[in-house]
């Protein structure tokens, strides 16, 4: 899944990955075309070693030619070490890195990776309900096999345009049968979320991913719900966070070196024009890569990873898109 395209936040190494986050090759063992548009990979240690553990709703970065990084989610079974798969949706109106695995990549070729990180993390509860749409699926496939091991009751409401696009459907039903209700848009509309969300459900917790329609239309579906209820993974940049660009400073809490961060240019500009070594990915605030601590001020945020306590506690902030409410932050850099 392209995430533009955690418990507790639960990333491979502890901490924002703003600062790090080194790149290692594996190799392309297998690929196969899953769905109409899907294919997914299978990646490998070239010397059979065990990759780095994972955790359900966990994506890493491809790091492919021509500079392009591109987020995709894992889908494996955590508790395989020996490969991670990926289902990877061809965009025709993408950036490009759909077009380069779809065309480019092979089995036998190596490809560089990053992570895994995890901005979606399953959290305990009395029970779930996951709403897919489309390659939204990726994310929540281990979800539903950590919550069957678990004995945590779920269902999950699955949607695409068609049935031959949508992935994995031999498998959910082989494995889950009636848990799970397949909905087919040109078979039977849109997702009735009004049935599913309706009415407020305690102790159930809402894990959604798919496009940015489906995913605001959750968001205002479970507006009465109570807090900390939904969960949701962004495919593409919020364009309706923030108010108007206004001109602030960062200091560099190591160095304490202090920059003007004008109205018209970006935090992260400043940092790298400064020779700031920032880790970044989609450089659209919807991948986490560049997540850096805050030791003081108040950070405007306009990500779409960030949960709302952790926008509240200010204690970080994706310097690629977010800015400052206050006149200056101090960044632990």
């Given at each position: 899944m392209s995430a533009p395209e955690l418990v507790a936040r639960g990333d491979a190494s502890p901490g924002p990955m703003g600062r790090g986050g080194a790149?290692?090759?594996?190799?392309?063992?297998?690929?196969?075309?899953?769905?109409?548009?899907?294919?997914?990979?299978?990646?490998?240690?070239?010397?059979?070693g065990p990759l780095p553990e994972w955790e359900p709703g966990a994506h890493v970065d491809l790091v492919l030619d021509d500079g392009l990084v591109r987020q995709y989610s894992l889908c494996g079974d955590p508790a395989d070490r020996s490969r991670y798969l990926l289902a990877v949706l061809r965009?025709?109106?993408?950036?490009?890195?759909?077009?380069?695995?779809?065309?480019?990549?092979?089995?036998?070729?190596?490809?560089?990776?990053?992570?895994?990180?995890?901005?979606?993390?399953?959290?305990?509860?009395?029970?779930?309900?996951?709403?897919a749409g489309g390659i939204g699926i990726t994310p929540l496939l281990p979800m539903?096999?950590?919550?069957?091991?678990?004995?945590?009751?779920?269902?999950?409401?699955y949607g695409g345009r068609t049935r031959a696009s949508m992935a994995f459907l031999d498998d959910l039903a082989a494995a889950y049968g009636g848990r799970v209700a397949v909905c087919?848009?040109?078979?039977?509309?849109?997702?009735?979320?009004?049935a599913e969300l309706g009415r407020p459900a305690p102790g159930t917790a809402v894990y959604c991913c798919g496009p940015e329609p489906l995913l605001r239309a959750v968001e205002t579906a479970c507006a009465a719900w109570p807090a900390g209820s939904l969960h949701t993974e962004h495919f593409a940049p919020r364009t309706d966070?923030?108010?108007?660009?206004?001109?602030?400073?960062?200091?560099?809490?190591?160095?304490?070196?202090?920059?003007?961060?004008?109205?018209?240019?970006?935090?992260?500009?400043?940092?790298?024009?400064?020779?700031i070594a920032i880790m970044t990915s989609c450089t659209e605030g919807t991948c986490g890569t560049c997540e850096t601590?805050?030791?003081?001020?108040?950070?405007?945020?306009?990500d779409t990873v960030l949960t709302e306590t952790e926008r509240a506690a200010g204690r970080s902030i994706l310097v690629c898109v977010s800015r400052s409410r206050t006149p200056r932050l101090v960044l632990d850099l």
């Open positions: 790149s290692y090759e594996l190799v392309v063992r297998g690929k196969k075309e899953i769905a109409d548009g899907v294919v997914r990979l299978d990646l490998r240690d070239p010397d059979g965009e025709q109106d993408g950036r490009g890195g759909s077009r380069h695995v779809h065309d480019r990549l092979t089995p036998g070729d190596t490809v560089g990776v990053r992570g895994p990180r995890n901005h979606f993390p399953l959290v305990p509860a009395a029970r779930y309900l996951f709403l539903l096999a950590t919550a069957t091991a678990r004995q945590v009751p779920w269902r999950l409401v087919p848009q040109d078979e039977m509309g849109l997702l009735d979320l009004a966070l923030g108010g108007p660009d206004e001109e602030f400073e960062v200091t560099l809490a190591a160095t304490g070196r202090t920059l003007p961060v004008p109205a018209d240019r970006s935090l992260l500009e400043v940092l790298e024009e400064a020779g601590p805050v030791l003081d001020g108040v950070p405007e945020h306009r």
